[in-house]
């Protein structure tokens, strides 16, 4: 059979009639194949009740350029995996979420459909930005500050590499935030993602004394009341951080623990006499000790009770649109213990009754594909599938410290079709909905600076950043990458953001990424379309971006390089240049002198 560019299917809206169909009801799934691949017969396997079974497709549509297959059958399960079966003189193809494959799959990369409600939909027209509350900015406000918080000027580097880690104050808050709320507008920016702000032990604040207030160092409640009501007037909307794996050494709960052994919160944690004080803590910290799930009033104080944590903050006055969970393959998980799915879907489950249009992602690092199924979390940290692969195409002489992810090696060196393999991986072995629900980042509070990856090379930093606003996902920009904010290491990337002295910004950059910003920002086929590469080299990568209502051309090269794309075979011409260099018919051409980004807008031919 053809490449499997020619045999396409993937699971956004042109290809299934319904995405959150109830169970029971009829669905009509289509795939499509180029006119040069006639084909006897096609079939859909789908699972029913665990049970693999056939239905034959017949065709529904014959186009210039390809054809269209189709067939109609009802989901009976909340999560339905499935495939095609392509038949073709005695021979046959399945096609599955990871390709086209003329031999005998299993159904680990089959597609899936969700017989669940829709997830939230304003997250698809999101592009978010990523706050760091201690180094965004500061009102000039000074606030009483715990006695081991060292105070630093708002210009100094983080030192990030003594004693001080995580206990110097550069004094960010809430009212320095809604006073910079017109540069997240410009930017075009409609959603912010808060790293934790509760108050705590350390200015990271993934240590929390209590779940129950904003810090007094970043304003406290009052602070966010009003900042959330200027970001209700600017469509702004606005997520909290929370750890489920952990608290702080500080926090009531493990305060009571150890004071009265007979204590109800005794449960809420693991107790070690060999460790020397006593209670498990997440890597062996003191600082956090960690959460036993054992205990069913943690739980209901957690997220499953009317008045539990997860629920607060999603109600007025608070009124969050979501939670980013801290560490959550992590949750629930020790030694013979493994309570994460039931922790996980008690989330959901909270959020859901409580507010079912609030976002649910989680840092998922590692990816975990069960905790995708579309049962728990909308979607993760897309880590695996975007980041990491991104920074191995486009990483060039980097200026970053501590290794790839914490592994002892440099950045690795990948090819064009090596970036493909490595998302495909990954979108192969997770429902659809999933993938677009989850977060796209190039880098954030916890890694290394994208514009230290790429050797501080502005020009390979905005390649990246067309990836991350053209691709399957909600984009975040972590705060100060649009203005070529530096860092080699997690710590040092916690920079403040120098307002008063301009001169410091790459201001040419942030233009450039104000208008990829209003390109995606724009779009319906960025915002819901599907994802099809259609060529890609070693240092070329361009794919489509289809929807019902638009179709976008996103061609990317990371070197100087000549080539030529023919839209033909696609039935394409292009209709507009979004961003890039001029483009007409159905031909893009294109000589780059240097890394350079092309987003067209395409018409049939």
């Not at 110097?168 to 808060?194: A, K, R, S, T």
């Amino acid at each position: 059979m053809k490449n499997p560019l020619f045999a396409h299917h993937d699971g956004s809206e042109i290809y299934i009639s319904n995405s959150a169909p109830a169970i029971r009801e009829e669905v009509n799934f289509r795939f499509r194949i180029s006119n040069d691949v006639t084909l006897d017969r096609a079939m859909l396997r789908v699972y029913h009740d665990g049970e693999p079974r056939l239905f034959e497709m017949s065709i529904a549509d014959v186009g210039p350029v390809e054809t269209w297959w189709s067939v109609s059958v009802p989901v009976l399960n909340p999560v339905t995996p499935y495939r095609f079966l392509l038949i073709k003189d005695g021979n046959y193809s399945w096609l599955n979420a990871a390709g086209l494959f003329p031999y005998e799959v299993t159904s680990t990369n089959d597609f899936k459909i969700l017989a669940r409600p829709s997830f939230p939909k304003w997250i698809n027209r999101s592009v978010f930005y990523q706050i760091f509350p201690d180094r965004f900015a500061s009102s000039g406000k000074k606030y009483k500050a715990p006695e081991n918080f060292i105070r630093r000027n708002w210009d100094d580097l983080p030192k990030g590499k003594d004693p001080t880690t995580g206990v110097e104050l550069f004094g960010g808050d809430l009212p320095g935030v809604e006073q910079h709320l017109d540069h997240i507008v410009e930017l075009g920016i409609n959603g912010i993602y808060f790293t934790p702000f509760f108050a705590a032990n350390s200015t990271h604040r993934y240590d929390a004394s209590s779940f129950d207030e904003v810090d007094p160092l970043l304003g406290g409640d009052k602070a966010m009341f009003s900042l959330k009501r200027k970001t209700k007037e600017l469509g702004i909307a606005v997520m909290g951080d929370l750890t489920t794996n952990h608290c702080g050494r500080l926090h009531p709960w493990l305060i009571k623990a150890l004071k009265d052994k007979k204590s109800k919160e005794r449960a809420f944690f693991y107790w070690d006499k060999s460790i020397p004080h006593g209670y498990v803590g997440w890597w062996g910290l003191a600082s956090l000790p960690k959460f036993n799930f054992s205990s069913e009033l943690l739980k209901r104080r957690l997220y499953a009770g009317k008045d539990s944590i997860v629920r607060k903050w999603l109600q007025a006055p608070y009124s969050m649109s979501g939670w980013r969970i801290d560490v959550g393959n992590m949750t629930g998980r020790y030694f013979e213990d493994d309570f994460n799915a039931e922790v996980v879907h008690g989330i959901r489950q909270a959020m859901d009754e409580t507010n079912p249009d609030a976002w649910l992602v989680a840092e998922n690092a590692d990816h975990f594909p069960a905790d995708l199924n579309g049962m728990g979390w909308h979607g993760t940290m897309n880590y695996n599938g975007f980041m990491r692969p991104i920074w191995g195409w486009l990483n060039k002489d980097p200026q970053v410290e501590y290794g790839f992810f914490g592994q002892p090696t440099d950045i690795p060196k990948v090819t064009g079709p090596q970036l493909v393999s490595a998302m495909t991986q990954f979108n192969a072995g997770i429902p659809w909905r999933n993938l677009v629900a989850s977060m796209l980042l190039l880098d954030s509070h916890d890694t290394a600076r994208f514009r230290n990856v790429v050797g501080k090379d502005p020009v390979r930093h905005l390649v990246g950043m067309a990836l991350l606003l053209t691709y399957p996902g909600v984009p975040s920009i972590f705060a100060g990458d649009e203005i070529g904010l530096e860092g080699a290491w997690g710590e040092d990337a916690r920079r403040t953001i120098p307002w008063d002295k301009r001169e410091r910004w790459d201001n040419k950059f942030f233009e450039e990424v104000k208008a990829l910003v209003a390109v995606r920002r724009s779009s319906k086929a960025l915002a819901l379309g599907g994802l099809r590469f259609i060529y890609v080299t070693d240092d070329v990568v361009a794919f489509l971006r289809e929807s019902h209502a638009e179709t976008i051309l996103v061609a990317l090269s990371r070197n100087p390089v000549q080539f030529n794309i023919s839209l033909a075979p696609f039935g394409y011409e292009v209709e507009k240049v979004l961003y890039g260099s001029g483009q007409i018919g159905a031909h893009i051409s294109r000589n780059d002198t240097e890394p350079a980004v092309g987003i067209y807008q395409l018409s049939r031919s």
